[in-house]
């Protein structure tokens, strides 16, 4: 009965041992799989950030590749930038998917909200002011003294149709004062730069643009800003949002936004951001930007 017993334990202990043998390697392999995607998944991670043409290609990139290249560091993975040469190239890329964080004016921000889900996490503090107004800019000597002088004459909107402060927000303070876009001659600059300066030149009776456009170092080296005068000026609403895509996670959304309200805290940080022509960074909320689908539907019958 002993002899037995014996026998039947060594089976076992030969059996187990077998078992272990076999079982090992897979395990092993099945660990330094699992590892090997973690590691994939670390160096394959990336965030893509589209910047939307408020200014030429290659000043854009000059302004934010710094801040790319912070918050790499904080982030702890790879971060590119993509400039679109144009705003039809820019919303194609956004609808196409091949951006996770957008810095766009106001108007594509509460399209892209509506219709792809994008939702806004921070705004652009600039002159220490975190919201924009819009301004129509006539020559100093101009004999338009009112928005209604304006009729018949030739109006240059900085940044085309869609540019929410300096098209679509004075559109809506002429429209207030009766004058449809039929009652003057609408043109557009891809820049509000060039805009400013076809004012300044006499080459435009009016401009549309942003009311802080003079302070702009670029225009204030190019023309003498005392020349020019605000005919009229709108409410200023809030500044130039920066969304995530909604396939963002809570905890990456939570670290870019916390990466990027740790600038306005050093001085290090103060001068990255005037690098790229902000003066701050602040949170923001969907609800900051009612009151410009406000004006898009009186302006554009948009509905968003």
């Given at each position: 009965m002993q002899v037995m017993f014996v026998k039947l334990m060594m089976q076992w202990l030969i059996c187990s041992t077998l078992c272990l043998c076999l079982a090992s390697p897979l395990a092993l392999a099945a660990e330094d799989s699992d590892e090997k995607v973690e590691k994939e998944?670390?160096?394959?991670?990336?965030?893509?950030?589209?910047?939307?043409?408020?200014?030429?290609?290659?000043?854009?990139?000059?302004?934010?590749?710094p801040m790319v290249n912070y918050l790499e560091q904080q982030l702890g993975h790879k971060v590119s930038l993509d400039v679109a040469p144009d705003m039809p190239a820019f919303w194609s890329r956004l609808q196409n998917g091949d951006y996770d964080l957008v810095h766009l004016n106001q108007y594509h921000y509460v399209k892209a909200h509506a219709e792809l889900g994008w939702q806004v996490i921070l705004k652009n503090e600039e002159f220490g002011k975190d919201t924009l107004a819009s301004a129509i800019w006539v020559h100093e000597d101009s004999d338009i003294k009112e928005l209604k002088d304006l009729q018949g004459k030739l109006i240059v909107f900085g940044g085309g149709k869609h540019a929410m402060v300096a098209s679509i927000m004075n559109k809506d303070l002429m429209l207030k004062e009766g004058l449809t876009e039929d009652s003057y001659i609408g043109m557009s600059s891809l820049y509000p730069v060039k805009s400013i300066l076809s004012v300044y030149y006499n080459q435009a009776d009016a401009v549309g643009t942003g009311a802080s456009v003079i302070k702009i170092p670029l225009i204030r080296k190019k023309i003498d800003v005392s020349k020019l005068r605000v005919l009229a000026q709108s409410k200023p609403l809030a500044h130039l949002p920066w969304a995530v895509s909604q396939n963002m996670s809570s905890p990456d959304?939570?670290?870019?936004?916390?990466?990027?309200?740790?600038?306005?805290?050093?001085?290090?940080?103060?001068?990255?951001?005037?690098g790229a022509g902000m003066s701050g960074i602040k949170p923001a909320d969907d609800r900051?930007?009612?009151?410009?689908?406000?004006?898009?539907?009186?302006?554009?019958?948009?509905?968003?």
């Open positions: 998944e670390k160096v394959e991670k990336e965030l893509n950030i589209g910047v939307f043409p408020r200014r030429n290609v290659a000043t854009s990139i000059k302004m934010f590749t959304r939570e670290a870019l936004i916390k990466s990027f309200l740790s600038l306005n805290d050093s001085r290090d940080g103060k001068q990255l951001l005037q900051d930007y009612d009151e410009h689908r406000v004006i898009i539907k009186r302006v554009l019958q948009e509905d968003y």
